[in-house]
């Protein structure tokens, strides 16, 4: 019985040390002080996609508000784009803008690969971010109402295919996504639940935006494993950061275009 015990206690522990640490690294919201060693890190991917629904959750809350808030598009478009960088602590932006640099680099792997751990910034990079949230105010300044909790679950959505990629893509010569203790099939089988809710979710609620935003998160992941592999060899920690920030603006690109045209 205490063996029972005891052994129910540990999972309960490794399961609460991995949402924490999946807090503390992918996110800036407040968490338990815990050192971020392998044997509390190694379920932290698992709870990485729920960082994705407190984004979601207020995602949603500020499209019931904003309405009685704001009179015209912009300010709503700002909060919307802007809410994601914050809880996230720019993580992903950060990753973002030195995968971008490595790839307009033109180097071969190697080199981008050397970019990525490079502390300076390039030009190229600072255009194309730029250009990233122009494009991302534009799209949320256009977006319907209605589409936003579909939009809303997509944040769940590109982390947990961001998961499912360190379980099935190839890694990079200088990729520590993966931990020793981290087994991949548990962490694809678990990514695949999350994929297959979301997806249900998304097409449930609003099956147009539902059906043309989970194609748009495919589409984002099949280029993520092409890039990924002609650019640095497989998936780094900037690479994935880099696809969570694409995936993040493909789908509302094409649910804004289903709303028009559809």
């Known amino acids: 019985m205490n063996l029972n015990k005891s052994s129910g206690d540990k999972h309960m522990k490794t399961v609460w040390n991995g949402l924490v640490a999946a807090f503390t690294m992918y996110s800036k919201i407040p968490m338990p002080n815990m050192e971020l060693k392998e044997e509390n890190t190694k379920c932290a991917l698992y709870f ?16 019931i508000a904003y309405p009685y808030l704001c009179n015209g598009n912009f300010l709503p478009a700002v909060v919307f784009v802007i809410v994601p960088v914050i809880v996230s602590g720019a993580t992903h932006v ?58 809303a679950i997509g944040y769940v959505m590109s982390r947990a295919l961001s998961g499912l990629a360190v379980a099935i893509f190839p890694h990079a010569r200088t990729s520590k996504l993966l931990g020793k203790k981290t087994d991949k099939k548990v962490l694809g089988s678990v990514m695949g639940i999350y994929i297959a809710i979301c997806a249900v979710l998304m097409c449930f609620m609003e099956p147009l935006y539902g059906s043309v935003g989970v194609l748009g998160a495919a589409i984002s992941f099949a280029y993520y494993y092409y890039s990924s592999k002609k650019h640095f060899g497989g998936i780094t920690g900037a690479v994935a950061a880099y696809f969570v920030q694409v995936c993040e603006l493909v789908i509302p690109c094409v649910v804004l275009v289903a709303w028009k045209f559809f």
């Open 48 to 63: 990485f996609p729920l960082v994705g629904a407190v984004i979601g959750a207020i995602i949603c809350g500020w499209r």
């Open 94 to 151: 950060d990753g973002f803008i030195d995968a971008v640099d490595a790839i307009c680099s033109k180097k071969t792997v190697e080199g981008k690969l050397a970019i990525l751990k490079d502390t300076h910034t390039g030009s190229f990079a600072i255009i194309m971010t730029l250009s990233y949230f122009l494009v991302a105010l534009g799209v949320w300044s256009e977006m319907p109402i209605d589409a936003v909790p579909v939009l």
